[in-house]
């Protein structure tokens, strides 16, 4: 890297020149297949073959990389940088296990396992407390102890990209860090979290299943918690989502767990039909931009909105034989208040107009076929419950969730 850089790897500007590099690079490589830098995320370059059909992907982060493709494309791929750089490039294949800035990632013709049970286990300690310092429960932290905990935090923080099942916890005692009067107890309560984690950690797999052939569709599961009655309340509810991969048709259950969120919504509510509407709308805005992004992998780039308009002022449609959205998004909740209304004629007169806003962008959704439907799901079989509930009261929603990490969803109704 410090050689194109021309000033050594410690310069500002050195990741930056390296990544235009790489571009350049990946532009050149020619043959049997070509690289395609992708617009949705310019660190993704597609893998295309001689009639542009999709056969691969290569990610890159400053001097690391990660792909996937099919065996003549990772070749291909792999002697083009070895010609550029010769042996300085370290090669790992699948079924091989390795370490990716404190995850462990594993793969094979399964599909793909992420885990930090060792990041868990080496990196995570409790928090000293002497034994009267423990028994001084409602007592402010100092200062120092205040230093040790947001370490703690960002250290769980962490964690959580992989532990989705103890997101809850986590955001619990995110926000003790940040409470001026936090006492002793959420001391005691990041060191039980702590300890929770390093019993459990080695069951904690998030698995990737490799999804059978078929056509792709996007799943975002959403739930919204209960109104709370903290003091410090300040209207905006607790809202979790789920966002999930799968192909059409499939019986077998099989998802990719894409990503989860766990936090406050980004607007007041005065009512739980409020925050489960919020939720979902989130959820699904969240949800267009990956389907954007694998629709641009799997089917090409589209013409621009300037492409399109350059393209009808010649007397020719850009898009002919082309869908808009190939790969669409079924939004699911366990709220029928909002099934109802979405699906509904017209709107409630007395509804909210922020509500109003919200019914009206998911009923455009089903409109323009980027959203499939938006289904409603019995609640006690909500996989997102656990990510904004207690943990005593989603004994049952959080095998569902556990579920779901391990690479397997059917939907109850």
């Not at 599961?221 to 799968?246: C, I, N, R, Y």
Request: charged share 30%.
């Amino acid at each position: 890297m410090s050689g194109v850089a021309e000033g050594g790897s410690g310069h500002e500007e050195c990741a930056e020149v390296w990544y235009d590099y790489l571009a350049e690079l990946f532009k050149s490589f020619r043959g049997e297949f070509w690289l395609e830098r992708s617009r949705c995320d310019p660190c993704v370059f597609w893998g295309r073959s001689a009639d542009e059909a999709f056969c691969g992907a290569v990610s890159i982060h400053v001097d690391d990389g990660r792909g996937r493709g099919s065996d003549a494309f990772v070749e291909w791929f792999q002697a083009g940088m070895e010609e550029q750089f010769g042996e300085g490039i370290e090669w790992s294949r699948g079924g091989k296990r390795e370490d990716f800035v404190g995850v462990e990632w594993g793969f094979d013709d399964d599909g793909t396992w992420l885990s930090q049970h060792k990041y868990i286990e080496n990196e995570l300690k409790e928090i000293e407390l002497s034994k009267d310092r423990f028994k001084q429960r409602h007592a402010l932290i100092t200062e120092e102890e205040r230093d040790h905990l947001k370490s703690l935090v960002g250290a769980l923080r962490w964690v959580a990209k992989t532990l989705c099942p103890e997101s809850h916890l986590i955001h619990l005692v995110t926000r003790s860090a940040h409470d001026q009067e936090a006492t002793v107890d959420s001391l005691r309560f990041a060191n039980k979290i702590v300890r929770i984690l390093k019993r459990t950690c080695k069951d904690c797999v998030w698995f990737l299943p490799r999804l059978p052939p078929g056509e792709i569709r996007l799943l975002s599961v959403t739930d919204a918690g209960e109104e709370p009655d903290s003091v410090h309340f300040d209207g905006k509810w607790v809202g979790g989502k789920l966002l999930m991969a799968q192909v059409k048709g499939d019986q077998s259950g099989k998802v990719d767990l894409l990503g989860w969120k766990l936090s406050k919504l980004p607007r007041v509510s005065h009512s739980s039909f409020d925050a489960e509407t919020i939720i979902a709308a989130d959820g699904v805005d969240g949800a267009i931009g990956v389907s954007l992004f694998i629709d641009e992998g799997l089917f090409g780039q589209k013409p621009t909105l300037l492409e399109r308009r350059e393209a009808q002022c010649e007397g020719w449609d850009a898009m002919a034989g082309r869908k808009e959205f190939n790969v669409q998004i079924l939004a699911q909740t366990d709220a029928k208040c909002l099934t109802t209304r979405v699906h509904a004629l017209t709107l409630d007169q007395g509804m909210r107009k922020a509500r109003k806003t919200d019914i009206s962008d998911l009923k455009d959704g089903l409109e323009l076929g980027v959203l499939e439907d938006v289904d409603h799901i019995a609640g006690v079989w909500n996989p997102a419950d656990p990510l904004t509930k207690a943990a005593s009261r989603t004994a049952q929603t959080m095998g569902r969730l556990r579920e779901v990490v391990g690479g397997m969803y059917v939907a109850m109704h």
